[in-house]
């Protein structure tokens, strides 16, 4: 997802371009040379959007959706396939850095506190990943420490008694 910026205003949306990945090839690959088809969803698309789920994020990619309601509650599919591991035969669609996650289903949605970006690999996968749902694959890219320190405390709060705190913290060890 690109939008253009003008040099009027900086209060206009971020660009949110995403140049490499490794979903594909398992290789940091150029997303134009990846013969498959890959969205690829930053962390300021998703801090401007205020994701904080899985489902969240998904809606920056076509084919990808919830199919029983919104929320924790759902479950997703990919190009018409289930990738909920209670019903579906393959119960590893999700990735963390390249490696097999937990499987998905309903009320165990991944949280994005500690995600950089988010891939997601479209179409069969297994020749890549070994069992993998016919749908895609979803990859979790997880943030790496910088070397300059940065510290960063944020609360949520809503309805149903939702309450939800977490922090980030990176720099260099001494």
Same mark, same amino acid.
């Given at each position: ?22 979903? &594909? ?30 489902? +969240?994020?998904? #809606? ?7 199919? #029983?309601?919104? &929320? ?8 018409? #396939?289930?990738?909920? &591991? ?53 990859? #979790? ?16 709060? &809503? ?14 060890? +001494?």
């Amino acid at each position: 997802v690109t939008v253009p910026k003008t040099e009027k205003s900086e209060d206009l949306p971020r660009e949110y371009t995403v140049e490499k990945t490794t979903l &594909g090839t398992k290789t940091e690959t150029p997303i134009l040379d990846v013969p498959r088809t890959v969205n690829v969803v930053p962390r300021d698309l998703m801090e401007d959007q205020g994701a904080t789920i899985i489902e +969240d994020v998904l #809606f920056n990619v076509a084919g990808a959706q919830t199919a #029983f309601g919104a &929320g924790a509650g759902g479950n997703l599919t990919m190009r018409g #396939f289930s990738m909920s &591991g209670w019903g579906a035969p393959f119960s590893y669609p999700i990735y963390f850095n390249g490696l097999r996650g937990q499987p998905y289903g309903g009320f165990s949605s991944p949280r994005l506190y500690n995600v950089e970006q988010v891939e997601v690999l479209k179409g069969p996968a297994s020749v890549l990943y070994g069992s993998a749902d016919p749908g895609g694959v979803i990859n #979790f890219v997880s943030r790496t420490p910088q070397s300059e320190p940065s510290y960063e405390l944020e609360g949520t709060y &809503g309805s149903y008694d939702l309450y939800r705190a977490h922090g980030h913290a990176t720099g260099p060890l +001494d």
